[in-house]
């Protein structure tokens, strides 16, 4: 059974520039989340979606946003890139809400801002 | 709020020395318990979970117990090996304040085994 799928795995962008990560969750999972793991600050919640929606929300500026399509896989998306953004952005999947469900995580998305 | 709080690293042992990483939350309700960890340039794996006080969970030689009354969840192994190194997570599955439903993470403890 796959896993929970990222791309791409690393990318470059300019300072300004707009991103998008893309991510696919595990077969039967519904549940959807983002991460954001930059150096020295431990992973910090970005968002979390289910059955299409978003369901809640990290501490975070509204030039990070996402989606979930109807086939549960999800894009994160990043305006006005700044040079902290440069981060591993995490995607992990779900089964459901309930808590005790184990959620697994994808490899990631490595993106430096120069 | 529900948080964790990990020991701060980084942590150096010997191999087949005995590990222990402290982990302490905050929560809500009735937490379930996780500990992840994250190899070199790679992504978080589950290492082991708990969902209900008392419970132990158990891999590859690791253990925590979830002890409500003292609300920790500390993660041990009895003699550790060069491929343990990476770094540890402990992380909690619970509702949050807005009846949303969030998984909290520590902020890791980096452990390096030297032969």
């Known amino acids: 059974e796959a896993g929970v799928t990222q791309s791409p795995t690393h990318l470059i962008k300019t300072r300004g520039q707009q991103v998008t990560l893309r991510c696919s969750p595990i077969s039967g999972h519904t549940s959807v989340y983002w991460y954001q793991q930059a150096l020295g600050l431990g992973l910090q919640f970005l968002l979390w979606y289910d059955e299409g929606e978003e369901r809640n929300r990290g501490n975070f500026p509204p030039r990070f946003s996402g989606r979930q399509f109807p086939n549960y896989s999800s894009e994160l998306n990043v305006n006005a890139l700044e040079l902290e953004d440069s981060a591993l952005y995490l995607c992990?999947?779900?089964?459901?809400?309930?808590?005790?469900?184990?959620?697994?995580f994808g490899e990631g998305s490595w993106l430096t801002v120069v | 709020g529900n948080s964790v709080t990990q020991m701060e690293g980084p942590v150096t042992l010997s191999e087949e020395a005995f590990l222990t990483i402290n982990c302490t939350y905050t929560?809500?309700?009735?937490?379930?318990l996780f500990w992840y960890v994250q190899y070199p340039g790679e992504g978080l794996q589950l290492l082991l979970k708990?969902?209900?006080?008392?419970d132990k969970g158990s891999n590859k030689g690791f253990e925590a117990t979830y002890r409500k009354e003292t609300t920790s969840f500390h993660l041990e192994k009895g003699s550790v090996q060069v491929s343990d190194s990476a770094v540890y997570f402990c992380?909690?599955?619970?509702?949050?304040?807005?009846?949303?439903?969030?998984?909290?993470f520590g902020k890791g403890t980096k452990l390096s085994v030297i032969p």
């Open positions: 929560a809500t309700g009735y937490p379930s």
């Open positions: 708990a969902t209900k006080a008392d």
């Open positions: 992380a909690l599955a619970a509702y949050s304040g807005a009846g949303s439903y969030q998984l909290t």
């Open positions: 992990a999947s779900s089964t459901g809400v309930i808590s005790g469900n184990t959620i697994y």
